[in-house]
């Protein structure tokens, strides 16, 4: 089974605060891991994938296999990060086809 | 450019009546995706499709089936929606487990 946990249903911080949003997940394979986002009446979208070692509007995550985490950090945040922000796990689903379990999300909230 | 379209984007239905939602895709991507998003809830997996390889996860409801006549479509058929159906319906499609996922815009059901 593949679960992804994101502990904070809600994250509030003001603008040029350093922002870290957490995810550990639970996998026997190998994982590979994503952050996805959503801003207000959009669509959801691919922020971060582990595999590629981006960094996307100033957003960086690394995957440490040993704590099971892959947090989503930024240095400065903006207003315009506020969004609901997805970690997500793509693991085996039987077979050989792979599928993507999502966290519950974090509603990110960048004040002025 | 929406690569990925689904339609319509609201839909009200009766309690009972028959459903269904449609999505396109344009990225020729072989792996399609339906997910159903309460409020609040992460998106959860419903069906997915490797090219014709269907594959419908274990807790989906009996009253839930999908067909993909072809690469570019995918439908989600509810047979009897009922009140608890109410959801957002997400439709993906992906390439590889690494790429990462390109979503919709989401077709949001009401049953009355």
């Known amino acids: 089974a593949q679960r992804v946990t994101q502990p904070e249903k809600l994250l509030s911080v003001f603008k040029g605060a350093p922002v870290e949003l957490k995810c550990n997940y639970s996998?026997?394979?190998?994982?590979?891991l994503f952050w996805y986002v959503q801003y207000s009446r959009q669509r959801l979208q691919l922020l971060l994938r582990?595999?590629s070692r981006e960094s996307i509007k100033g957003f960086t995550a690394d995957l440490n296999k040993g704590e099971t985490s892959f947090h989503l950090k930024k240095p400065f945040a903006q207003e315009e990060d506020s969004a609901m922000y997805y970690c997500?796990?793509?693991?085996?689903?039987?077979?050989?086809?792979?599928?993507?379990?999502f966290g519950k999300g974090t509603l990110l909230t960048v004040n002025p | 450019d929406a690569m990925v379209i689904q339609n319509p984007r609201y839909q009200v239905t009766q309690f009972g009546k028959p459903v269904t939602l449609s999505c396109s895709q344009t990225l020729n991507h072989n792996v399609m995706y339906w997910y159903q998003q309460k409020s609040s809830q992460a998106p959860k997996l419903l069906f997915h499709y490797y090219d014709k390889d269907f594959n419908n996860e274990a807790d989906t409801p009996d009253n839930f089936q999908s067909r993909r006549p072809n690469t570019s479509f995918c439908f989600l058929d509810i047979r009897s929606p009922g009140l608890g159906d109410a959801a957002m319906y997400l439709c993906a499609t992906g390439v590889s487990r690494s790429y990462g996922y390109t979503f919709g815009s989401g077709t949001r059901l009401t049953v009355v």
């Open positions: 996998y026997s394979g190998s994982p590979e």
């Open positions: 582990h595999i």
């Open positions: 997500a796990l793509s693991g085996l689903s039987g077979g050989s086809n792979y599928k993507l379990t």
